[in-house]
């Protein structure tokens, strides 16, 4: 399978990107260090997206996620979105990042649930769960086998 990881860099879009190689998925990182600005090109690079591939969209770009998201609503994609608890708990240290990411889940579970469009996970993460990339690998493949989950929400103690 063709995946496509928007911020694979580094950190948990990195370790994703090379667990998904070493099943021997084709991966394809679209980032600023490939010299793509998510917010600036994402019609660019949207194109260029097969159809039947997984989409993960991982990186943060004030608010793009949205634009992202409702350009590959209507393909023929799996999507995975990570959204973040801080959607719902705001912290007051990231009230620009919280918004973001409100804006981000209620658009997603709008289309998922309101207009039922399958093919679309959100993993909320919290503290440092995102540093787990197993699990959260281990949780997309299952959900790729059980595309009617629409969300995991991690925690950490």
């Known amino acids: ?15 994703l990107g090379e667990l ?15 010299g793509i600005d ?17 989409v993960i969209i991982n990186a ?18 799996k999507v995975v979105v990570m959204g973040s608890i801080a959607a719902r708990y705001q912290d007051s240290s990231m009230l620009e990042y919280s918004k973001n990411k409100k804006d981000l889940e209620d658009y997603f579970m709008h289309q998922a649930i309101e207009t039922k469009k399958s093919d679309l996970l959100i993993l909320n993460l919290t503290g440092k769960s995102y540093l787990n990339s197993k699990l959260i690998y281990n949780s997309i493949n299952f959900w790729l086998l059980n595309t009617d989950i629409i969300a995991f929400s991690y925690r950490t103690k």
């Open 20 to 34: 998904f190689k070493a099943d021997g998925h084709q991966v394809i990182g679209i980032d600023r260090s490939t």
């Open 38 to 54: 998510i917010k600036i090109d994402y019609q660019n690079f949207l194109q260029d997206i097969e159809p039947d591939s997984l």
């Open 60 to 77: 943060y770009a004030d608010g793009s996620q949205i634009s992202v998201l409702e350009q590959l609503i209507n393909r023929k994609n």
């Open 1 to 15: 399978m063709k995946i496509y990881i928007l911020g694979k860099s580094r950190g948990l879009g990195y370790d």
